[in-house]
């Protein structure tokens, strides 16, 4: 196991006029005695007694001994999935050597990253060379962007059984909960999931929200922290392994969409009023207890590029991931989008926070 480059005054210094309160925060809404948390022994201490086959939990035992937080229990990914989600121009135009998929393996190599995650056709041009010595997780279904005007839809790309030929470890996908398609995809990825478990490999869900209705009096409720809980609740009943979802940036959906004119879901007050306050660790603790408690991974989003802010936006989501009892963090562009030697600089940094003793379980 590595050991943390990112001195701790590094990280405060990163942290800025928000240090104190994310490093000392004590979360009072959910006892983390009580969570399943990351560590170097989660597969004996939590997976051992599901229904997941040797195999799966030997892929999962090497997605976690990778890299430079390998034996940590925590990980750092790289997705580029972005060619075709935002298309290949917005991507790597920045730099375009991403336009090589050796280069995206490279990077994930390089940077210390316990796995890469990418398309069909990304991981499939350069499988024999690295898919026997670095964890591959081929993203299933995409949203193409090539429809006028655009729309929506999260449609299956690839085949678990070709995820497998070309030698994943896992398999990943999305689904848009809310979305007039989710039913359609819940399904779809519910199929591939049980597959992808009988292939031996483990499973990755975007949980994602998308809906033109999560919008109420000028506030985005895509990440309001119960909206993107439940669906984190959702995409475990499938049996998603890893759950991917973006930071809680507001809460109060549920209740926001119900005084929309429209019944809409159900909740409860105390989720309000005990299990999480308007902290951003507490509202992510939230997205960890809809995750079994933690028996199945949390791991945040970094979010889009934002160019000089990247470094301190990435390092600020991994405490906040962590301390909140989360597994780790998916980067992809703020860490492509630039030159190599600032990508890999920017994913060290992400696995400093989880490398680091002094960034502590709140």
Excluded at 95 to 109: C, M, Q, R, T, W
Excluded at 156 to 176: H, K
Excluded at 239 to 268: C, M, R, V, W, Y
């Amino acid at each position: 196991m590595a050991t943390a480059e990112l001195s701790s005054s590094r990280i405060e210094e990163l942290l800025g006029d928000d240090a104190q309160d994310l490093l000392q925060h004590e979360s009072k809404t959910f006892p983390a005695s009580n969570l399943h948390l990351p560590g170097p022994d989660i597969i004996e201490r939590v997976w051992l007694d599901s229904d997941r086959s040797t195999n799966v939990l030997r892929q999962l035992q090497w997605l976690l001994d990778s890299g430079r937080a390998g034996g940590t229990g925590y990980v750092s990914i790289l997705p580029v999935d972005q060619g075709i989600e935002h298309s290949a121009g917005a991507s790597f135009a920045p730099n375009p050597l991403y336009f090589d998929p050796e280069n995206i393996v490279k990077l994930a190599i390089e940077g210390g990253c316990n796995a890469v995650a990418s398309t069909l056709g990304v991981l499939g041009a350069v499988s024999r060379k690295y898919a026997h010595r670095f964890p591959f997780i081929v993203k299933l279904n995409h949203n193409q962007l090539l429809t006028y005007p655009n729309t929506f839809d999260q449609i299956q790309f690839a085949s678990v059984q070709r995820a497998q030929e070309l030698g994943a470890a896992g398999v990943g996908a999305t689904i848009y909960f809310g979305s007039p398609e989710s039913n359609r995809q819940i399904v779809e990825i519910a199929e591939a999931f049980e597959e992808a478990h009988r292939r031996g490999m483990f499973t990755v869900l975007w949980c994602y929200l998308r809906s033109s209705g999560f919008k109420v009096d000028g506030v985005d409720l895509h990440t309001a922290a119960d909206l993107t809980a439940q669906a984190n609740h959702l995409g475990v009943t499938i049996e998603a392994d890893i759950i991917k979802q973006k930071l809680p940036e507001t809460n109060g959906g549920f209740t926001a969409l119900n005084q929309n004119g429209q019944s809409f879901g159900k909740t409860h007050k105390l989720v309000y009023e005990k299990l999480t306050t308007d902290h951003p660790i507490d509202l992510t603790r939230y997205q960890v207890l809809n995750c079994y408690l933690g028996r199945a991974g949390l791991i945040n989003s970094g979010g889009a590029s934002s160019g000089a802010t990247d470094l301190a936006e990435a390092v600020r989501t991994a405490v906040i991931n962590k301390r909140a009892g989360g597994m780790g963090l998916i980067s992809g562009r703020k860490a492509f989008q630039r030159p190599i030697d600032e990508g890999i600089e920017l994913l060290n940094a992400i696995q400093d926070v989880y490398l680091s003793p002094d960034v502590t379980i709140a």
